[in-house]
């Protein structure tokens, strides 16, 4: 400490405790401990490297302003940006005229420590790149030829390989153009398009991983810029090491910005001269449709083929043509649709025919797309008004059945209809001695839409009145106001009688309901070319209401199929229904050994009651399958299995099925790795399946072996082992928390240890 004082006072080192570092410190630290004559010598050091230190920061702080200026013009020039704003900050330096370049103005490469030849050639890269960028169809608006606008573009990316680019809204896997070619800077020798590739955009565009490592790549480059560059070179440790700091700083933070806003691929493009001709080709021949069961396996199917499959289905007896074109059918519907001026405005544009393959029946199903046309608002208001009396219907289905309870002894099940698979793993009963399930078929073709008794118009008209009986039972209002959210959401609610319409809201009674209802059943339009065609049979598909109708008709048969056994002293046989379910158009029943002498095919006498849905419009198809050991039989329905191991004791064990299996061809499953979602958000759909199996398998070793299939999958899609097994492991901790258990999480742990050496 005398030293430190002494050299204080004397004013020989007046800038020792500015310099000073906690390095410094730890030095002198050491140096005490060893002895004090060491860690005199040791300060004395100290004080004169501190004096000399503060004279190189000096020198440094003065230059910075220049020096930095410089390497941002070395940048800016390589990047082929503007950098006028930095005349004047930068010392004159030495020029020479490249002969490759003649009199433009091009980044010099003098300041390079490389040899004449191969700054000739880097001056040439940064030429070749500039222009590049310039040209770029990215870049410019100007229509060029199709050959030279197709070499730039591949040119833009000289770094980016052949990849593919996935929608997962759509599941079709487009290999849309690869970049891997850098032709017309040839001339350039490997190790300068190594060093000028490393700061391209390409490596910026990468997402996921390929961000760190691009970050890696511009580390690189600065090292090696920093060795070679003879100003870089010059400046001390500390100030490289800022420089390099605060270019990575800057680096990183545009990366970050550019995968956020890239997070997902929100075109692709499909203006450009070289894709277009590509989708043409294929869109020119083939019509791109959804497969059934796999809707992210797309089906290519000839044009003119499908084109004459469709002609056949409209001049069925489910259509008839409208003798208007298609502008007139629009502007007739937008007439009568002025009566609801609180509805948003509709696209002036009209419903068509698409299609769905069905592989394994080789067949397809069609159906009519009413997104974003001018029905569109309408079917979706009709939707909301039918929907919203659902809770009433079942209301008045459980008063009835205890009515029925009351006078005949028995309660019967009036709704048959269930939401979801897990609807039915909720209320499966302890024994199952007997299982039923069957297709109900015919019904999107031939259900009448007329006024008649069997039609869909009087179906709609009970569902209605029964839910609006409940209502008036229970309130004095019995009008829907339907108020119009933002989006175009629709929140319905029920008012007083005497309520008024107002701005953005609209009044439904029990009468306008029914309307609306029969409005959007007789405006069921298609167009194909310039022709229009009408459905007058069979429930329209594709609209938003299309689903609860098919519900409201089949309910009105379930509904009266009940009442007509109790009313002619068959009362006996309604039990048998207590456990009968229908999902849309899929029937199951459990326990119920009679439910197939309800299936008569042929006509039917007068006084049957035995019957359900009318068989001149419904037909059943059964379709389980008995296992013939021991008599036991297997029944799929939606996503699960149930299989009967002893029908007189009435076991049974649940299983997820898998409707892809037995297609004859391998479906594309999930998300691919590098899609255009991050690995985790990906990765998540290893969570919905894991839930889903936890719900639909009873034995852990199908568990254990359904997740396995999973993380296979996964691991097939790119995803890596050991992250799609994290996921199970945190699912499985956390399973407690999103749902009960159907199957012991620790017995699933066990049986993924022993099957397939899963650790937790």
Known sequence: MDAIREAWDTGRFPHFFEMLCFSDLAVLAGAWERSRQEFDDELRTLCERLELRKQEYTQECRELAGRSARLERIFLRIWGVDDSHLEGWIPETRERASPNTGDARVTRCDDLAIETEEREEMERAIAAIANTIRDSPLTSNRAEDAASERDRYTAFAPLASAYWIEHTSTGFRHAIWKMETFNHVAPISIRALQFLGNITDAQV?????????????????????????????????????????????????????????????????????????????????????????????????????????????????EFASIAAPPAAVVAQIQGELSAFPALPVAPATLPFLMTVYKAHKGAFRWITNTAGTVVSPTADLCACLLRFLLPLVQTFCQERS????????????????????????????????????????????????????????????????????VRRERSSCHIIQIRLGDGG?????????????????????????????????????????????????????????????????????????????????????????????????????????????????????????????????????????VVMDGGRCKANFLSMTITITSPEAGTFITSKHDKREGLGFTPCRYVKYRSNRYANQALQVITAQVAQIRLLCSEPRDA??????????????????????????????????????????????????DMFGFTD
């Not at 849309?584 to 002498?597: E, P």
């Not at 006498?605 to 035995?610: I, K, M, Q, R």
């Open 205 to 317: 565009r990468e997402c996921g991983t390929q961000v760190l490592r691009a970050e890696s790549k511009v580390g690189e480059f600065l090292d090696r810029l920093m060795a070679r560059v003879m100003e870089l070179r010059e400046l001390t440790t500390s100030t490289q090491s800022f420089q390099r700091r605060v270019i990575l700083k800057k680096a990183r933070a545009k990366m970050s910005k550019y995968k956020e806003q890239h997070r997902h691929v929100p075109a692709e493009p499909f203006e450009h001269p070289a894709v277009k001709r590509e989708l043409e080709f294929l869109t020119g021949r083939f019509l791109i449709c959804p497969t059934d069961k796999v809707p992210n396996t797309p089906a290519f199917v000839c044009k003119n083929f499908i084109r004459k499959l469709a002609f056949q289905r409209l001049s069925g007896p």
């Open 402 to 469: 205890v009515e029925m309870q009351e006078r005949y002894g028995v309660k019967p099940n009036l709704w048959w209809s269930i939401a979801s698979v897990g609807e039915l793993c909720a209320n499966l009963p302890e024994k199952i001695f007997s299982a039923f399930t069957a297709d109900i078929t015919k019904c999107f073709e031939t259900i009448p839409t007329d006024n008649s008794e069997d039609g869909l118009p009087a179906a709609v008209r009970f569902y209605v009145q029964s839910a609006m009986q």
């Open 489 to 625: 959401k629709l929140w319905p609610a029920w008012v007083s009688d005497e309520q008024i319409e107002g701005m953005g809201t609209m009044l439904f009674g029990e009468k306008d309901i029914c309307w609306l209802s029969d409005w959007c059943i007789a405006n069921s339009v298609l167009r194909m070319g310039d022709y229009v065609w009408r459905q007058v049979r069979g429930i329209p598909m594709g609209l938003a209401c299309s689903p609860i109708w098919c519900d409201i008709y089949f309910f009105k048969y379930e509904y009266h199929a009940m009442m007509r056994l109790a009313d002619t002293g068959n009362a006996h046989l309604i039990p048998y229904f207590s456990d009968t379910f229908r999902y849309v158009d899929d029937l199951g029943a459990i326990n119920n050994t009679i439910i197939r002498d309800f299936m008569k095919k042929e006509a039917r006498e007068d006084d049957d009651p035995c019957w359900i849905y009318p068989t001149e419009y419904i037909e059943l198809k059964e379709n389980t399958e």
């Open 704 to 753: 254990a072996s359904e997740i396995n299939k999973v993380v296979t999958t996964m691991r097939g899609n790119g995803f890596a082992r050991d992250a799609c097994w994290g996921v199970v492991r945190k699912t499985l901790r956390n399973a407690h928390r999103y749902q009960p258990d159907l199957v012991s999480v620790h017995m699933v742990r066990e049986a993924l240890s």
